[in-house]
């Protein structure tokens, strides 16, 4: 028997985002910028919901520079 090919996809956490510890240390944490907001609160629209969650501002934080450009 063949083993199948590795795949390229990010592995899945154990855990949820909001169960897990936060890995930077509190000095070294930022808040989004009123850009990120803004990306997060469409993104949230988009989806439906009143006001951004979690996963939202995650998005936002990793896709969407403080000036509001995409990454």
């Known amino acids: 028997m063949t083993t199948p090919p590795p795949t390229r996809a990010r592995p899945k ?3 949820e985002p909001w169960t897990r ?11 989004l910028s009123d850009a990120q ?3 997060a609160r469409e993104r949230a629209d988009d989806a439906g ?3 951004p969650n979690l996963v939202d ?9 403080a000036d509001g450009t995409e990454k």
């Open 13 to 15: 956490p154990k855990s």
């Open 21 to 31: 510890p936060n890995p930077k240390p509190r000095a070294a944490r930022s808040s």
């Open 37 to 39: 907001k803004a990306a």
């Open 49 to 51: 919901r009143r006001y």
């Open 57 to 65: 501002n995650m998005w936002a934080k990793r896709h969407v520079n």
